[in-house]
Nanobody, 117 residues
Framework: QVHLVESGGDLVQAGGSLRLSCVGL????????MGWYRQAPGKQREWVAS????????YAESVKGRFTIASDNAKNTVVYLQMNNLNPEDTAVYYC??????????WGQGTQVTVSS
């Protein structure tokens, strides 16, 4: 059974950095796309960044130039999110997502990122 394990969330001051990690377990073939979403209190979950098996990266406008997504292997089973120059608006629960299709889609349990001003 596939499941995603996230880590790296923490409390950090504005301007600081964090690195989130997500490991996909229980898969042999890996994932076509892995990505990160976040949900702030009282807001809907929003997409942050994603990376394809071929290495194509995309970012939400709000994080471009500050966040970097990377995969650890060709199967796309381990993904990182390097977050620099954090600001309080980045405070949220960050969720890892892995997908091979719209119906073959998995979520992690979430990791809390809190940025103090």
């Amino acid at each position: 059974q596939v499941h995603l394990v996230e880590s790296g969330g923490d409390l950090v001051q504005a301007g600081g950095s964090l690195r989130l990690s997500c490991v996909g377990l229980g898969t042999i073939v890996g994932f076509n796309t892995m990505g990160w979403y976040r949900q702030a209190p009282g807001k809907q979950r929003e997409w942050v960044a994603s990376i394809t098996r071929g290495g194509s990266r995309n970012y939400a406008e709000s994080v471009k130039g500050r966040f970097t997504i990377a995969s650890d292997n060709a199967k796309n089973t381990v993904v990182y999110l390097q977050m620099n120059n954090l600001n309080p608006e980045d405070t949220a629960v960050y969720y890892c997502n892995a997908a091979n299709s719209t119906t073959d889609n998995y979520w992690g349990q979430g990791t809390q990122v809190t940025v103090s001003s």
